[in-house]
């Protein structure tokens, strides 16, 4: 690795205080394998998400009211003609958008969970440290021979985070309503896998979003005294609880979210069917 040019400050391992080494790391444990196995898990969740909405079928079992989060508010309007679009079953808050091949049928969702999920606290930590090698682990010199944090563009964009949550939650309340309205067959009341899968995914992502570090300033920040606030204080401190495990929850959800639309799409598809319990 080259040092930094005489007319650039020189930062981090290459401040004139640190030791010169031509070695990248003088560690011989397998510290690249964290950030593979991290840039793996995020490549093939941005690949399948990627493939599935744009794929504009699958989404939605009309039988039992599934539809899958990725497509979920579906907004683009029916084309009987050419049978693409929404299918006005699944479009629960109207259909606006036009149907076309590079729009996904939730364009108006998908773009603020993605900056969620990008701005979120965890997933900065993680994708700094692999994707941009700011570092990429202890002791390993970066590739970057200044610094400047999030202070300038467009890594400044990161401190909308807590702006994003609160659409996050609208979206999350969309998913809740998603899973509730699947408890319907054409009997009247049903209850199949599907719904264990759809109603343990908004679960999860519910878990998601309130252990997330703007939840918790909402509910307990800027307050002076706790003990003047016994409600918050106790949401704060239950937020708190969740919060230890944001990693957590962040890596399971990715997973949930993935098995959800590929069980989906299974049972639209035709095939696989549904496990019915309870209707036909």
């Known amino acids: 690795m080259s040092a930094p040019t005489a007319d650039r400050k020189a930062t981090g391992v290459f401040s004139p205080s640190r030791a010169e080494i031509p070695q990248r790391t003088l560690r011989t444990d397998r510290w690249w394998q964290s950030p593979l196995i991290i840039n793996l898990g995020f490549a093939a969740f941005i690949i399948y998400a990627t493939v ?5 079928k699958w989404y939605y079992v009309a039988d039992y009211h599934y539809l899958t989060p990725f497509y979920s508010p579906c907004l683009a309007r029916w084309n009987a003609a050419e049978q693409s679009g929404c299918i006005p079953e699944s479009s629960h808050f109207g259909q606006f958008l036009p149907d076309v091949w590079w729009l996904p049928y939730a364009a108006i969702s998908l773009p603020f969970l993605l900056l969620f999920r990008l701005t979120c606290y965890y997933y900065r930590g993680a994708y700094y440290r692999t994707v941009w090698q700011a570092p990429t682990a202890c002791a390993v010199a970066e590739p970057h021979a200044t610094y400047t944090g999030e202070t300038r563009f467009p890594l400044i964009i990161q401190n909308t985070h807590r702006y994003f949550f609160y659409i996050a939650v609208a979206i999350s309340l969309i998913n809740t309503y998603d899973a509730i309205v699947a408890f319907r067959s054409p009997e009247g009341f049903g209850f199949g896998l599907g719904n264990v899968i ?3 995914n908004v679960v999860l992502l519910w878990t998601y979003t309130v252990s997330c570090h ?3 300033h909402v509910v307990g920040g800027r307050l002076k005294h706790f003990s003047k606030h016994p ?5 704060w401190s239950q937020v708190s609880r969740l919060n230890t495990r944001h990693k957590t929850y962040a890596w ?11 069980y989906i799409m299974l049972v639209s598809s035709g095939a696989i ?3 019915r319990f309870i209707g036909a």
């Open 52 to 56: 599935r909405a744009f794929m504009q």
């Open 198 to 200: 759809l109603v343990a």
């Open 214 to 216: 703007s939840c918790r």
């Open 231 to 235: 409600v918050r204080y106790w949401m």
């Open 252 to 262: 399971i959800t990715l997973g949930t979210l993935m098995l959800t639309d590929f």
């Open 273 to 275: 069917s549904d496990l």
